[in-house]
C-alpha cells in the first residue's frame, strides 16, 4: 500500500469496519475501530435525540481522541501501517446534524483545539451507498436500538459528508458500493489493492 495511514468512512451500515479489519488483516496493519458499543448514550439517543445528542457527541469526541492518541504513542512512525473505520471529523459532522445551534458551536471550538494534536490519514475510502442499500444492511445485523433510523436521518448524514468532500481537497477515494462487493468478489478486492498503490492527488477521485 501506497499510504501509511487511510480512513475507510462512509454512513451509517456502509461497510467501514468489514473492509477496515480486512485491509489491516491484509497488509499487517494497525487496525483502529470506532468503539460505538461503549457509548452509553447511543442507544438512548436513537430513542430521545435532543436530550441525549450533547453527551453522545461528547463521549464519541474524547473517545476517538483517547484512541487516536494512543496510537500516536505507541506507532512506530516509520514502520506501522494504520487502518481505521472513522475520521475524527466525523464527530463534528454529525454533531452538524445532531446538536442545536449554540451546542454545535461550542461543540465545534472544542474540535478547533483537539483535531490539530491528531495525525491526520494520508487517504479516506468513502463507502457511497445508496439509502434502501443502508438499511438493509442496518436491518440485517440487527442492533435493536439502530432499527428505526428514518430515511432522512441517512441522507442528511449522506449530505454532511459530501459537503465535506466537496469544501476540503482531501485524498479521498470515492467508490459506488452498487458496482463493487469487496467482500465477496476477489477481483473486486484486488482492484482495490491495486488502486491503494496508485499515488493520487488532494481531492476526490472514482474507482472504476
Ligand atoms: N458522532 C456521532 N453522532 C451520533 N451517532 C453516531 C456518531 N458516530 C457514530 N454514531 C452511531 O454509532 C453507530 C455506529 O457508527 P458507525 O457508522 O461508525 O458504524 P457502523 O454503522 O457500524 O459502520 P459500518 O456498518 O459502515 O461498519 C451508528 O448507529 C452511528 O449512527
Known amino acids: 500500500m501506497h499510504y501509511k495511514f487511510i480512513t475507510i468512512e462512509g454512513n451509517i451500515g456502509a461497510g467501514k469496519t468489514t ?46 481522541y483517547k484512541q487516536l492518541k494512543e496510537m500516536l504513542q ?46 491526520q490519514p494520508d487517504l479516506m475510502v468513502f463507502l457511497n451507498a445508496p439509502i434502501p442499500k443502508l438499511q438493509e444492511n442496518i436491518k440485517r445485523r440487527d442492533r435493536s436500538y439502530e432499527q428505526n433510523i428514518p430515511d432522512a436521518y441517512l441522507s442528511s448524514v449522506h449530505d454532511v459528508y459530501m459537503q465535506y468532500i466537496r469544501q476540503h481537497p482531501m485524498r479521498t477515494l470515492m467508490v459506488d458500493t452498487t458496482k463493487v462487493d469487496f467482500m465477496h ?7 482495490l489493492l491495486d488502486a491503494l498503490e496508485r499515488e493520487y492527488t488532494p481531492g476526490v477521485h472514482y474507482f472504476e
Do not use: C, W
Open 19 to 64: 473492509l477496515a479489519s480486512r485491509l489491516a488483516k491484509h497488509y499487517g496493519a494497525k487496525l483502529i475501530l470506532e468503539e460505538f458499543a461503549d457509548n452509553p448514550f447511543l442507544a438512548k439517543f436513537y430513542a430521545r435525540p435532543q436530550q441525549y445528542a450533547f453527551p453522545l457527541e461528547l463521549f464519541f469526541m474524547a473517545e476517538r
Open 74 to 119: 505507541t506507532k512506530d512512525l516509520f514502520a506501522d501501517k494504520i487502518v481505521s473505520d472513522y475520521l475524527f471529523i466525523k464527530s463534528l459532522l454529525f454533531a452538524k446534524i445532531t446538536l442545536s445551534e449554540d451546542e454545535y458551536s461550542l461543540y465545534n471550538k472544542l474540535f478547533d483545539i483537539i483535531n490539530p494534536q491528531l495525525l
Open 185 to 191: 468478489n476477489p477481483d473486486d478486492f484486488e482492484r
